[in-house]
């Protein structure tokens, strides 16, 4: 076809989809192939904006390495990474929500008996987390894995701060036959998503700022259920209500409260596991 048009061509490229043998395929790529086009004629974009946000693209690109995601930050500071957890992990009663990966997560993380300070006694607010991890009707599971991670004091997680071992504040432990956990480590805080590439500048031009309310990650699994990846954000905290990452929910919030004595905090908390599917 030739002589294509305003009007006609989003109709011809998504016809170029016919010979496609894979039906799921073809319907994200129709999708994909129709809203941009739709974006273009809505904002009548000019020949210099299409070329800024190549670049813009670029950069992004550029910008990630082994230890940083900067496409998954730019989906995370959108909306678009919580909006894709909430399509897929609606929770009944009794199942934990779900939330944001994020950008530093990183395999490898030592397996640690219970009790381990995975801060290493370093500096912050001593604080121990203990609590189950559940079926959703609240059988407790054995021997299910809790990958853990945090940034330090300084606003960092290890793989961005040269300072850092490399598994600082982060490990690995499993269940006991009662389902239970602990792990001592520091009191999160607080902190910025990296500012210093494209999506910094994206957020400066939103008029956003970029924190991010302190929180613990988790990722769960066992076998024959589903992985859960998912947050304890701490009561209190002041971006709670603006987290730049549209992550917290009311039920991942948990106080983090000095134990008897008040030389050391607690968190507690009981992780609802749904079947896999």
């Not at 894709?84 to 779900?98: F, I, L, R, Y």
């Not at 991890?133 to 040269?162: E, I, M, R």
Request: net charge negative.
């Amino acid at each position: 076809m030739r002589n294509l048009t305003e009007t006609n061509l989003t109709d011809a490229v998504v016809a170029r989809l016919a010979r496609s043998q894979n039906p799921r395929f073809k319907q994200v790529m129709e999708s994909l192939i129709r809203h941009p086009h739709a974006f273009v004629r809505d904002v009548k974009l000019s020949e210099a904006e299409w070329a800024e946000g190549i670049k813009f693209l670029t950069a992004t690109g550029h910008k990630c390495d082994a230890d940083r995601q900067e496409f998954i930050l730019l989906s995370d500071v959108l909306g678009v990474s919580m909006l894709v957890d909430a399509v897929n992990h609606q929770k009944p009663p009794g199942a934990t929500e779900s939330t944001v990966l994020g950008p530093f997560y990183i395999e490898g993380a030592p397996d640690l008996p219970h009790g381990t300070d995975i801060s290493h006694g370093g500096p912050g607010e001593p604080t121990e987390v203990s609590g189950h991890v559940l079926t959703h009707d609240g059988k407790p599971l054995q021997g299910a894995l809790l990958d853990v991670w945090q940034t330090a004091p300084n606003g960092f997680y290890s793989t961005q701060d040269p300072a850092q071992d490399r598994f600082n504040l982060r490990g690995r432990f499993r269940t006991d036959d009662r389902g239970r956990f602990f792990f001592r480590t520091i009191k999160p805080t607080s902190y910025p998503v990296p500012t210093d590439g494209p999506v910094g500048t994206i957020l400066n031009a939103m008029g956003r700022h970029p924190m991010r309310p302190a929180h613990l990650h988790f990722i769960i699994s066992a076998p024959g259920w589903e992985t859960l990846t998912t947050h304890l954000f701490v009561e209190g905290d002041p971006y709670l209500d603006s987290d730049v990452v549209f992550g917290v929910k009311n039920g991942l919030v948990v106080d983090f409260k000095p134990k008897p004595g008040g030389e050391v905090l607690e968190a507690k908390y009981d992780f609802g596991m749904m079947p896999a599917a």
